[in-house]
Each structure stands twice: as structure tokens, then as C-alpha cells.
């Protein structure tokens, strides 16, 4: 089976079974070798780790580059001090084959326009991998492609992007969202990296 589309530090959700009901795990991987993961297992979980003894089937849901995959898998070793191993069976299937991570992150974020209009300096709002809401105090016209810059990592090369800008009816007056239409597969992973990092984040305050 190739596991090429898995890196460490992907999200996994691993859906137990605890007997009147299931439950979704949040984990990250570890390491991933050719037929099994090593994952992180949240301490505030611990109280599910009977659920995980070794040969237990679980269901994987695995974030990847290419889109949400859908393992079926036994649990090789139980969770014990933070982390877990499961293995995959041969088959997997992509459910999906985009469904972003979206967080919040504050960063510059550079509408580009007709040279006579100027470029318009805005401020995101949150992103994930398939676009970016942003607040603009300049008003910007919805349903138009536009060409932009994203300041992800400070003092590194901006992302350039282009998408469609839209204004949705919930939003604030001065909130847009873009959708990308072009970007870089490995400035889109950047994104996607920069999400998971951001939740892996919220997560470990949350549970300290």
C-alpha cells in the first residue's frame, strides 16, 4: 500500500467504538512507515484507552494532501504515555477529495489590481488550503477573479495566489472570502501545514 500522500504531522480521526455509541479521536501522526502509524493520543482522552487494546478494528480517517482517506485498521499498540500505533489494512478509499482544515490566522494579505486602481493591503481573517476570508477596508468587487499575495511565514517569500473573491451575505461589511482557483501545490500543503499547526496548538492549551 503506499502511504506517499502521509506525512508526519498530518491529522488522523480515529472513530472507537466504546459500545452505546462511537467516538472521533483527534490525532497526529508521529511516524508513518509502510503499513502502520504512530500516533500522538491526547491525554484527555485517556479515559477511551480500554477501548484500544491491541487487535481492536477502528476506522482511520486520514488528512492528507490528496484528499480525506478512510482506513480500516487495527490498533497494534494501545495508547500508552501520549501515543498509539495502528496498521492498515490493503484498501483504502478517498471520500473526498478536498475538504480543507480551516483556522483562524491574522496575516497581510495583498489584493492585486489594474495598475491605474492600486494594490489593496487587507488582513486575513483565517485560511485553509482551498482560500482565505480577509477583512478590506477598501471595497472589493465580488465575483471577480483577482491575483494575490499571502503572507504566511514572516521574512519568506509571499504565496501568490489567484481566486475568486465573494461576498457572502453573512459576512461583515468588510469581510471577503477568496477561493482559489491557482496556487502552487507546495505553497497550498504550506497552508495546510500552517492549519494543522494552528490546531495542534489549540489543542495542546486546551488540554493543559
Known amino acids: ?12 480521526q480515529i472513530e472507537v ?6 467516538i472521533i479521536i483527534d490525532c497526529y501522526i508521529l511516524e508513518a512507515e509502510s503499513d502502520r502509524l504512530t500516533l500522538s493520543f491526547p491525554p ?7 477501548y484500544l487494546s491491541e487487535g481492536t478494528e477502528i476506522k482511520a480517517f486520514v488528512y492528507s494532501f490528496t484528499g480525506i482517506m478512510i482506513f480500516d485498521s487495527i490498533v497494534f499498540d494501545p495508547p500508552f504515555d501520549g501515543q498509539m500505533v495502528i496498521e492498515f489494512s490493503e484498501h483504502h478509499q478517498v471520500i473526498q477529495r478536498r475538504k480543507y482544515l480551516r483556522m483562524p490566522f491574522i496575516s497581510d494579505f495583498f489584493i492585486e489590481r489594474e495598475e491605474d486602481e492600486g494594490n489593496i493591503k487587507t488582513s486575513t481573517v483565517d485560511l485553509s488550503g482551498g482560500g482565505i476570508r480577509f477583512l478590506s477596508e477598501t471595497p472589493i468587487t465580488p465575483d471577480k477573479v483577482y491575483k494575490a499575495q499571502l503572507r504566511l511565514v514572516p521574512y519568506e517569500p509571499m504565496i501568490k495566489v489567484e481566486g475568486t473573491v465573494l461576498k457572502k451575505h453573512f459576512y461583515r461589511a468588510n469581510e471577503y472570502v477568496m477561493e482559489f482557483l491557482k496556487i502552487d501545490e507546495k505553497d497550498r500543503d504550506k497552508i495546510i501545514q500552517k492549519c494543522l499547526t494552528i490546531e495542534r496548538i489549540q489543542n495542546s492549551q486546551a488540554n493543559s
Open 44 to 50: 484527555s482522552k485517556n479515559e477511551y484507552t480500554p
Open 1 to 12: 500500500m503506499a502511504l506517499s500522500p502521509v506525512k508526519r504531522g498530518q491529522k488522523v
Open 17 to 22: 467504538d466504546i459500545g452505546i455509541s462511537k
